[in-house]
């Protein structure tokens, strides 16, 4: 299984700024992914980030709220932009590819004030 | 699309009482079905999966998981529940060998009794 980190593990912000949480993975890999964990709620995914190529959002999350970078094949970056108290949440990235299962991160966690 | 549907927010069990958390799956395509744990302040811990074959799996912790196409269930069952079992249990399920994205249950919160 792959060693996952995030950076910071938690924040608070104030609205209206930006903050960008970095995934650091210990191995090389094809599939990157970013969820957000709303207060009590499910994962929901916001976007997949597979290296050489755009990031790919879901239905309601678009790239000027959640611009993604995906450099190289162990590190990503998720930002999220034009902070709302909405976006209080908990960030993670995930990690997939030659296995069917997806290795979670720990997690960031964003309170905006 | 793909859907999952985990009955019960919240389950209480005694300690050594078994322990039964419900996973209903919707999924055009074979599906594969995965269990994870997530404790307090953490991330999200892979318990077991089901690809292929055998319909009974085992995880970790001694946690096991049955696979019924019929049913479209993919149940979570522990003997014998400890307190350390007390966590956020999700249930998700992915296209296999698509996207590989994984769309989650609603979770069931797990408590367990002294």
């Known amino acids: 299984s792959a060693v996952i980190s995030q950076k910071p593990s938690r924040d608070i912000c104030q609205r209206g700024t930006s903050l960008t949480i970095q995934c650091q993975v210990d191995?090389?890999?094809?599939?990157m992914f970013w969820y957000r964990q709303q207060p009590g709620q499910s994962l929901t995914l916001i976007a997949t980030a597979n290296q050489g190529s755009e990031a790919t959002y879901e239905s309601g999350f678009v790239i000027d709220k959640f611009p993604i970078s995906r450099p190289n094949l162990t590190f990503s970056t998720l930002t999220v932009s034009n902070l709302s108290p909405e976006d209080s949440s908990i960030y993670l990235c995930?990690?997939?590819?030659?296995?069917?299962?997806?290795?979670f991160g720990p997690g960031t966690r964003l309170t905006v004030l | 699309a793909q859907s999952v549907t985990q009955l019960g927010s919240h389950v209480s069990v005694s300690e050594g009482a078994l322990v039964l958390l419900r996973c209903n799956y919707s999924s055009s395509v074979p599906p594969y079905l995965f269990w994870y744990v997530q404790y307090p302040n953490q991330g999200l811990q892979l318990l077991l999966k089901y690809t292929t074959g055998a319909t009974l799996v085992k995880g970790i912790n001694g946690f096991e998981a049955e696979f019924k196409k019929s049913e479209t269930s993919f149940h979570l069952t522990k003997p014998s529940a400890h307190m350390s079992d007390a966590a956020e249990y999700f249930c998700a399920v992915s296209d296999g060998a698509g996207r590989r994205a994984l769309t989650f249950g609603s979770g069931t919160r797990l408590q367990v009794q002294p």
């Open positions: 995930s990690v997939g590819g030659l296995v069917v299962e997806q290795f």
């Open positions: 191995s090389q890999v094809t599939m």
